[in-house]
């Protein structure tokens, strides 16, 4: 059973960068595709990072392409999400989800249905407000 607890979030400035975390337990993550959601108050979750482990590569949402990027430390069995040149429009809760690999996912994962991921973090805020 894959969990997975998310940290690193919190109150940032306009401009400001914050590193979110994802660690999981149970399972080695690197034998996962891992997405990142998020949802903003009165608004649908949406897909904004997706490594996928069986295609390769990691895609991104058009609104944070440029300024978000995935990462993954092995050793740490932790994936990471730095999110750059924040903008008060990226406040949200944000959650990393996990599927194996042997699930296969559009190369562009984010824009899976949500329910395609077996297994979720609990969310971490960001607020972006000067």
């Known amino acids: 059973q894959v969990q997975l607890v998310e940290s690193g979030g919190g109150l940032v400035q306009p401009g400001g960068s914050l590193r979110l975390s994802c660690a999981g337990t149970g399972v080695t993550l690197g034998d996962y595709s891992i997405a990142w959601f998020r949802q903003a108050p009165g608004k649908e979750r949406e897909g904004v990072s997706c490594s996928n482990a069986r295609e390769g590569g990691t895609s991104y949402a058009d609104s944070v392409k440029g300024r978000f990027t995935a990462s993954r430390d092995a050793v740490k069995n932790t994936v990471y999400l730095q999110l750059n040149d924040l903008e008060p429009e990226d406040t949200a809760v944000y959650y990393c989800?996990?599927?194996?690999?042997?699930?296969?996912?559009?190369?562009?994962?984010?824009?899976?249905?949500?329910?395609?991921?077996?297994?979720w973090g609990q969310g971490t805020q960001v607020t972006v407000s000067s």
């Open positions: 989800a996990a599927v194996h690999r042997e699930v296969r996912m559009p190369v562009e994962c984010q824009r899976s249905r949500q329910q395609d991921f077996a297994s």
